[in-house]
């Protein structure tokens, strides 16, 4: 009962958080689309962030890299 409530608890968090995420990447597609630079995709800042993550990525199994990967990119449309 311990370990369900506390994972009741993480999903709580995960859904906040991803929300969360949603509305900074709105405000900065706003910022995108003033800046004329890249509409969406920002080819040099994808590979900063998959550099930064590198670590964290490879700890990831197939579907959780495939669910991030999915979260980014339907985020930053």
Known sequence: AQYREALAQLNS???????????VCLKI??????????????????????RHFASNLKELSFKELLAFSLIMEDQAM
């Open 13 to 23: 968090e995960f859904f906040l958080l991803l929300a969360d995420r949603r509305t």
């Open 29 to 50: 597609q706003e910022l995108k689309a003033h800046s004329g630079r890249y509409a969406h995709y920002d080819p040099e800042r994808e590979m900063q962030l998959f």
